[in-house]
């Protein structure tokens, strides 16, 4: 009878966990109440967990009569960072502490730890009491952020101090659906952040056991209002990048001013951030692999993330080995106005497209759809791929034209 295989935990369900046994490992999965999963019976264990106790995952896993064969802790998931840093510690396995957790999860705690070390990789800062009808110490324009959520939502712009009061009010009453949408509970307020125009990009690296870091291409980060939009979100990430040689010398050594503040060790880190004047501005960090980024860098490099994230969950020092150049791009799609999906005219024409790899709609019709500063997530993303990236270019212009999203209405701020 062979050996039972080593166990790989997973803060949540991800494409890679399914892929474990195939690489020798077996999965478990953390699966809070409620959360549906497509394809069930492809993890091999699963752990219920309720997000708001963490002290009973903490005993849970660790009177977990397989926790002796539990081998790496990896996250994927932005709003289970907590949970990394927990399962990391508690098991002795590598990965970021409850400390650093706590810090990387909170916008404003990020923002005041990056200060005592680096101050000018911050944008003027200051926190946002959205009880209170005087504005923040900051000067216009700002954006106001929730501090622990993601995907930019609720991000809010105030080009004057006249404009504190509508967006206080508009947040605030878009809070309680965007937290039930999303089980995610709000907490400790908001970051008011100065607004830094310029080349924005993200960076995902891996930082080794010995602090040492390795680096992957950055990914050019197009943002909404590149096509008239009044919004936050990303709408298309892009490789290779369009940064100039010395743009990305100067977003790396950022990263690795970044990665020593923090203390890191032995996790993969995902960085975004924007160029202006000179100066590189950290926008926002997570100890993760950054979304879609895995499957990029594979249809760009031959060479995608998770593998190396694995390398380093279990102790080891991953490398970077990219066997080819191709252009990919992922675009996040959102209607025009906020209700309810009855429709998405022209994905026939996307899958025509030269560069058209793959295509998924994440919000099923019938359901509320809306721009990210409202709350929502897309509802339909593509991803481009080409040997030609100038073809993925201008597919990529193309994408908006194709699609028409079908919305009953309803008023959206």
């Not at 291409?217 to 919004?231: F, G, I, S, Y």
């Not at 926002?284 to 060479?303: I, K, W």
């Amino acid at each position: 009878m062979s050996p039972p295989l080593p166990i790989v935990l997973f803060t949540g369900v991800q494409r890679m966990a399914r892929r474990m046994r195939e690489k020798g490992f077996e999965s478990a999965c953390l699966i809070e109440p409620g959360e549906e999963v497509s394809s069930p019976h492809e993890v091999d264990h699963w752990i219920p967990y309720d997000p708001g106790d963490l002290p009973s995952l903490e005993r849970r896993v660790m009177n977990w009569g397989l926790r002796h064969r539990v081998v790496a802790v990896l996250n994927r998931r932005e709003k289970r960072v907590h949970e990394y840093g927990l399962l990391s510690k508690a098991l002795g396995l590598p990965g970021i502490t409850p400390e650093q957790a706590k810090i990387l999860r909170d916008k404003l705690l990020l923002r005041e730890e990056i200060a005592r070390h680096w101050p000018d990789l911050n944008p003027p800062f200051a926190p946002a009491d959205l009880g209170s009808p005087e504005p923040p110490c900051i000067s216009p324009p700002f954006l106001l952020k929730p501090r622990n959520l993601f995907k930019s939502q609720l991000i809010t712009l105030c080009q004057a101090p006249g404009q504190w009061e509508r967006a206080r009010e508009e947040i605030s009453r878009l809070r309680v659906p965007t937290e039930r949408r999303h089980g995610v509970r709000l907490t400790g307020g908001f970051l008011a952040e100065g607004y830094v125009e310029g080349a924005e990009a993200s960076l995902d690296v891996m930082v080794c056991p010995d602090g040492q870091v390795v680096f992957t291409p950055a990914v050019t980060v197009l943002p909404a209002r590149q096509w008239d939009m009044e919004d936050f979100h990303v709408a298309v990430r892009r490789v290779p990048s369009t940064l100039l040689p010395d743009e990305e010398a100067l977003a790396r050594q950022a990263v690795l001013r970044l990665v020593s503040a923090l203390g890191l060790r032995s996790t993969p880190l995902h960085v975004d951030l924007v160029l202006s004047h000179g100066r590189a501005f950290i926008l926002d960090v997570g100890p993760r692999v950054g979304g879609y980024r895995s499957e990029m860098m594979g249809l760009g490099f031959g060479a995608e993330l998770d593998p190396l994230a694995l390398e380093l969950a279990l102790g080891r020092r991953p490398e970077w080995r990219p066997r080819w150049e191709r252009g990919v791009a992922v675009v996040e799609l959102f209607p025009r106005a906020q209700g309810r999906l009855t429709g998405i005219a022209g994905l026939d024409g996307v899958r025509q497209l030269r560069s058209f790899h793959r295509l998924r709609q994440r919000t099923p019709l019938g359901e509320e759809v809306g721009w990210a500063r409202c709350g929502y997530r897309c509802p339909l993303f593509v991803i481009l791929a080409h040997q030609d990236p100038e073809v993925v270019a201008e597919d990529v212009e193309l994408l908006p034209r194709l699609i028409a999203f079908q919305v009953e209405p309803s008023p959206c701020p």
